[in-house]
């Protein structure tokens, strides 16, 4: 119990000095800054319309410079909201002129997965880094695509997994890593929102839609961060509640995942259930989290009194703004292409599982 206990002390003050890593913070204690890179939104959906373009209000060493899109009207009303110059604007067809265009030094696929591969083949082929929205595309062998063309055109690929960039999360992987309580017993995630929409991407197979990937992907990363394992074989089940609406992806997945140390996890994941949970059994204690994916306020405790509840002032701008950073100084992206893999190739093992109702191995 001592031990522990002195574990769990310096764990507190690792976990402090994580708070410390804030943008503002971490940014300035690092050397001078040489420019602000230029970031092209490709697709002004939801995700770029509400979470991104804002956020990118907020940032140091990126900025919103141009724009992709299939409407006229769209492209206007962002151009007067954002001052969007007339040579930064391009829609899906003449989008391959960027290559011309030294405003841009980033593009950022926010459109259905099914697009994710060619717009970032696009972008890399036109030599802009890209910065790709998650699920990162809906096959191991698309995913694969994206990380050659990245590799062979010189470019970075940054998956957009926001979380990576909260130091909530980060605080939950420490523990995982460190391990004060012991071995990882027993991992449970959830992430689900009830989505009224009928004829969405997320009910389109052809589009990449489907909760596995969408909101899946939260679920799969809590049990893989805060195991900071990868699993080596899963079981899974599909179910829909609204087969009138689901008829060509699923409404809900529970996954299982079997870990090398012996870890297991159970997961959820649901188009029609609000859930967003997180709770990691140790040997000698847990840790539990409620939210664990949200857009702000993850927050959770240990059994011995820790309380994860670190600030983080807008997520996205964090990540961009970190990932901006890097790409500037010539630093490791946190979140690569390679990352987005890994998920998706248990995306597939899941989706392999559920249609078999075997164990599949990875
Ligand atoms: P959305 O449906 O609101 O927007 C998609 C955009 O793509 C729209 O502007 C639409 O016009 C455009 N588009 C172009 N061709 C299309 C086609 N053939 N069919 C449908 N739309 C087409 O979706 P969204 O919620 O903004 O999601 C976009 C991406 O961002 C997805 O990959 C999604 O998973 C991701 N996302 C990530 C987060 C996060 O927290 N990281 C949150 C929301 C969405």
Known sequence: MTTTRRNFIKNATVLSSVAAFSPHSFLAATQPLKEKLGIALVGLG???????????????????????TGSPEKAAKW????GIKDKNVYNYDNFDQIANNPDIDIVYVVLPPSMHREFTVRAAQAGKHVFCEKPMAPSVADCEAMIKACADHKVHLAIGYRCQHDPNIQAYMKVGKEKPFGKIKMVTSAAGYFDGRTT?????????GGVMG??????LQGARLATGEEPIAVTAQASTTRPEIYKEVEETMMFQLEFPSGALAACHTSYGINMNYLQVNYEKGWLKMEPHSAYSGNNGSLSDGTIINFENKNQQAKQMDEDAFAILNKKPLLVTGEEGLRDIRIVEAIYKAAKSGGRVKI
């Open 200 to 208: 969405h991407w997320k009910q389109n197979k052809a589009l990449g």
């Open 214 to 219: 969408d909101m899946g992907v939260y679920a």
């Open 79 to 82: 151009q007067q909201k954002y």
């Open 46 to 68: 939801y995700y770029s319309t509400d979470l991104l373009a804002p956020a990118l209000q907020l940032t140091s060493h990126c900025e919103l410079r141009g724009i992709v």
